[in-house]
């Protein structure tokens, strides 16, 4: 494997913020799950969510793009903003949110389908009919999600039949098939091989050049390798938010440092 | 002690071993004796004539034995049940599934399943004495006794069939196609259409098929509201008699045992047992074909 190690601090600095939780704080019904985390992130950079399980790293991940709503208890206060709007407040119609922020899941959740007709889903969707600019995007994504090459002979075959490593590349393609410049990723690679777990961290460091990406992850050798900058969550609150280097080095907080020393050091 | 267990654990065995002998034997007893009565009955009678004679008249003196107007009739009503089951059954199973509260539906499936838990001879008068002279405000010229009525009725009797294991089948769907869906911005409509009913097409055929079964050997309804005349035709608004509603006929005359007209109620249900078993088949092959694997 390749050690990717960041190198952002004089980009970071000139970089606009791209995605901000103002205050948020989240309940499931009795259980307060979030508690007033407030969180800038810089544009076309990739953050890492830390933190043990059940701390609050998906919630707040699927926060910023509404997948929490229809959850039974589900109550939020405080602001989401994507470049600078509130996509809570404004209403924005949820299709158009999630054209703009794309998200990968924990388990590969290829739908039942052609390879063709999952990166096409997005756009099908959308009302595209049009089969030349159908192809060139299945094409595009595919590449993008460095899959192309391993599927381009048989794309009509069923999505179900590539390994677990390809299905969560073929999943990237479809997310990147609309375009997100947003990405979130929910322990991508958790279910993964090294090897598609390697493929999969060359692909968002691929990827950051074009996208704003959240990744969260259990493994925090890979939250190094992969992340610009790391939030520790812990019981639902914001301990510490930096630079990777520095919260791997020299946290500030000690949770953290008992946190990042128990498990990595 | 030891030996005990094993003594237990081999009786217990053999208990299972003839509770699964009963429900084989009785199954091959039936085939044997429907299909010994049919041999009998194909001495007298060709087989090119059973499947292409267009009368079935053996209880007249002018005898015919085309089984055809049997099967149309069977095969209208049961088309007739399945238009009304097939999406009004689909619609409360995708219903059910992605929009009503976890309390509704708690309260509506049990109610649905009363549908089929209602005596079907009820159904039939009903048919016969609300839903007829409903249909005849609608279509003056409609007869008394039409395969239209029955079969719309026959239709709300197998729609817990169609939608109880439709809803089996959606909700078998994983949550993580669901989540796949919105997380592209799909709606929920866009969800149900694209990916869910896809998904669980090879559970809702085999509702439907279980359902077009159920149908194919109701008797009761159609006996009470089709009629009793065989009918070679395909128009919902005629008198027509199914296969079950003729073996119910003759079942309850006083045929001589062993004569012609007796053996014609074996030859019948062994045409609705091949049909049944074509069904099965198709079912089988469907699921074998399209059936689609999650963990
Ligand atoms: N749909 C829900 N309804 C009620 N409570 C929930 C729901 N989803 C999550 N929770 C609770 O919210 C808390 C945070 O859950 P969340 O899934 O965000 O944690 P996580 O940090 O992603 O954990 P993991 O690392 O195990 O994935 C947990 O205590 C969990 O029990
Ligand atoms: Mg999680």
Not at chain 2, 12 to 19: E, G, P, R
Request: neutral net charge.
């Amino acid at each position: 494997m390749t050690q990717i190690h960041s190198d952002t601090s004089q980009k970071e600095a000139q970089s606009k913020v791209k995605l901000s939780a103002r205050n948020i704080f989240v309940d499931y019904g009795a259980e307060h799950v979030l508690k007033d985390v407030s969180i800038d992130i810089p544009e076309k950079t990739v953050t890492a969510l830390i933190g043990p399980s059940g701390c609050g790293k998906s919630t707040f991940l699927r926060l910023f793009n509404r997948m929490n709503d229809h959850l039974e208890g589900f109550q939020r206060k405080g602001e989401i903003l994507i470049d600078g709007e509130d996509i809570y407040h404004d209403q924005k119609h949820l299709e158009e949110l999630r054209e703009t922020v794309g998200m990968v899941f924990q388990k590969p959740n290829p739908f039942p389908k052609s390879i063709y007709e999952n990166v096409a889903y997005g756009l099908r969707i959308r009302g595209v009919k049009d089969k030349k600019r159908l192809d060139q995007v299945v094409e595009e994504s595919l590449i993008k999600a460095a899959l192309f090459d391993e599927v381009k002979d048989h794309l009509k075959k069923n999505a179900l039949s590539l390994s677990g490593g390809q299905q969560q590349r073929l999943c990237l393609a479809r997310s990147l098939a609309v375009d997100p410049s947003i990405l979130l990723m929910d322990e991508p690679a958790s279910a993964l091989d090294p090897i598609s777990t390697a493929k999969i961290e060359e692909l968002v460091e691929e990827l950051k050049k074009k996208h704003t990406i959240l990744i969260v992850t259990h493994n925090l050798q890979q939250a190094r390798r992969v992340s610009d900058q790391t939030a520790f969550l812990y019981f639902g609150e914001l301990v510490e938010y930096g630079n990777t280097e520095q919260v791997f080095t020299q946290p500030k907080e000690e949770q953290t440092a008992h946190y990042i020393g128990g498990r990595f050091g | 002690m030891k030996q005990k267990t094993r003594l237990a654990e081999h009786v217990i065995k053999m208990i299972l071993f003839l509770c699964a002998l009963v429900t084989v034997l009785t199954t091959a007893g039936i085939i044997w004796v429907l299909f010994s009565e049919s041999i009998s009955f194909f001495q007298t009678v060709s087989l090119k004539e059973f499947l292409t004679d267009t009368e079935w008249t053996p209880l007249f003196t002018q005898k015919h034995f085309g089984i055809l107007p049997l099967v149309s009739g069977t095969l209208l009503t049961t088309f007739i049940a399945i238009l009304v089951a097939l999406p009004v059954g689909l619609t409360i199973a995708i219903y059910l599934n992605e929009y009503a509260s976890k309390r509704f539906r708690k309260v509506i499936k049990p109610v649905l399943e009363i549908l089929a838990a209602v005596p079907t001879v009820v159904y039939g008068f009903f048919a016969l004495v609300v839903m007829t002279p409903f249909l005849q405000k609608i279509i003056p010229d409609l007869p008394g006794f039409n395969a239209l009525s029955p079969g719309i009725i026959m239709g709300i009797m197998i729609i817990p069939f169609v939608s109880s294991l439709s809803e089996d089948a959606l909700f078998a769907v994983p949550q993580s196609l669901r989540d796949a869906s919105y997380g592209m911005g799909a709606t929920r409509l866009q969800t149900v259409f694209r990916v869910l009913l896809p998904a669980a097409s090879s559970g809702i055929v085999s509702a439907v098929i279980l359902a077009v079964s159920r149908a194919i050997g109701e008797t009761m309804i159609v006996a009470i509201a089709a009629g009793q005349q065989p009918n070679l035709t395909f128009n919902p608004l005629e008198s027509v008699e199914t296969i079950t509603t003729y073996i119910v006929q003759v079942s309850l005359g006083d045929v001589p045992h062993g004569s012609i007209e007796y053996q014609t109620i074996f030859a019948a249900g062994a045409m609705l047992f091949v049909l049944t078993l074509i069904l099965n088949n198709i079912s089988f092959q469907f699921n074998r074909r399209y059936r689609q694997k999650y963990e």
